[in-house]
């Protein structure tokens, strides 16, 4: 069983940063890659980011060079670093993985980008 937790979104102007955690339960952290996903208004839900068990990175081009990834095993916790934000960043914002062959999802934190 895992669970994970969302959080630090918010309202933010274009062009500022905002920092998501995703904090995840259970022991089998370390092993266990995590993606980013988003989901706006209207829009099926988008993979924004992943990272591996062991630290390897991808990006949706959309987020290339304004977002990174990272992970803390000694926390538990994966981040997403988001800077240069733009209006269509606007979306709630979850972490996902797979364990077993069954998805996990977060209940997502909403980013709002305001022009």
């Known amino acids: 069983q895992v669970q994970l937790v969302e959080s630090g979104g918010g309202l933010v102007q274009a062009g500022g940063s905002l920092r998501l955690s995703c904090a995840a339960s259970g022991n089998i952290f370390r092993i266990i890659p995590i993606t980013w996903y988003r989901q706006a208004p209207g829009n099926q839900r988008e993979l924004v980011a992943v990272i591996t068990s062991g630290g390897s990175r991808n990006y949706v081009d959309s987020v290339k060079g304004r977002f990174t990834i990272s992970r803390d095993n000694a926390k538990n916790t994966v981040y997403l670093q988001m800077n240069s934000l733009k209006p269509e960043d606007t979306a709630v914002y979850y972490c996902?993985?797979?364990?077993?062959?069954?998805?996990?999802w977060g209940q997502g934190t909403q980013v709002t980008v305001s022009s």
């Open positions: 996902k993985t797979d364990w077993v062959g069954r998805p996990y």
